[in-house]
């Protein structure tokens, strides 16, 4: 069984940067598969955020972070992570980890089945 808990969340002036993590458990780097970022701001619909298969062969992004974020993951350290930079207000959200076993990222990260239980990024003006 996965399990995922990010890390790294908080609150940094517009402009800055930050990086979340999420330490996985049960999570088999060497399989096919694809580990993502999705949020979602309040009273917002879940945004998927990026993407990377397995072996980071290939990385996707969402339009709106995309030349500001990097995605990527470490199987030594079981974690994958996102950087974020010049970071704006509108990326103030709740950002969660997900993972979905055996798929190519065809489908965005807020649809995958396993999440965590998110961790906080507020951008203040």
């Known amino acids: 069984q996965v399990h995922l808990v990010e890390s790294g969340g908080g609150s940094v002036q517009a402009g800055g940067s930050l990086r979340v993590s999420c330490a996985t458990s049960?999570?088999?780097?060497?399989?096919?598969?694809?580990m993502g970022w999705f949020r979602q701001a309040p009273g917002k619909e879940p945004e998927g955020v990026a993407r990377?298969?397995?072996?980071?062969?290939?990385?996707y992004y969402a339009d709106s972070v995309k030349g500001r974020a990097t995605i990527s993951q470490d199987a030594a350290k079981s974690t994958v992570s996102l950087q974020m930079n010049s970071l704006s207000p509108d990326d103030t959200a709740v950002y969660y980890c997900?993972?979905?076993?055996?798929?190519?990222?065809?489908?965005?990260?807020?649809?995958?089945?396993?999440r965590g239980q998110g961790t906080q990024v507020t951008v203040s003006s």
């Open positions: 997900a993972v979905d076993p055996g798929r190519d990222c065809s489908r965005q990260p807020e649809n995958f089945p396993v």
């Open positions: 049960g999570w088999v780097y060497s399989s096919r598969g694809c």
């Open positions: 990377i298969t397995n072996g980071g062969v290939i990385r």
